[in-house]
Nanobody, 120 residues
Framework: QVQLTESGGGLVRAGDSLRLSCTAS????????MGWFRQSGGKVREFLGG????????LYGDSVKGRITISRDKVKNEQYLRMDDLKPEDTAVYYC?????????????WGQGTQVTVSA
């Protein structure tokens, strides 16, 4: 059973940059796409962006566009999120997800999440 594991979260200061990693392990890995989401407090889980696994094309959510970069390493089976100019409102649990269905961005495999806390 393939699992997704996020890493790189923690406490950072406003204005800093952050790089999160997501590693797929436990089996063969060839998703259609991977993505990043976040959730804080009682809010709805927010889509940050995604990347097509084979082609590498990216799509970013409007709320963070211009501050994030998503990339992947097909050899390592890893996805990355870089976020710049962090703000206290970026504090959230960040989740990695994958779409295992061809030609679909319906994310059906999720990591456990990693907490990111941004101090003012």
């Amino acid at each position: 059973q393939v699992q997704l594991t996020e890493s790189g979260g923690g406490l950072v200061r406003a204005g800093d940059s952050l790089r999160l990693s997501c590693t797929a392990s436990g089996g063969a890995w060839n998703p259609y796409a991977m993505g990043w989401f976040r959730q804080s407090g009682g809010k709805v889980r927010e889509f940050l962006g995604g990347i097509s696994w084979n082609g590498g094309s990216t799509l970013y959510g409007d709320s963070v566009k211009g501050r994030i970069t998503i990339s992947r390493d097909k050899v390592k089976n890893e996805q990355y999120l870089r976020m710049d100019d962090l703000k206290p409102e970026d504090t959230a649990v960040y989740y990695c997800a994958a779409s295992l269905t061809p030609d679909s961005y319906q994310y059906d495999l999720w990591g456990q999440g990693t907490q990111v806390t941004v101090s003012a």
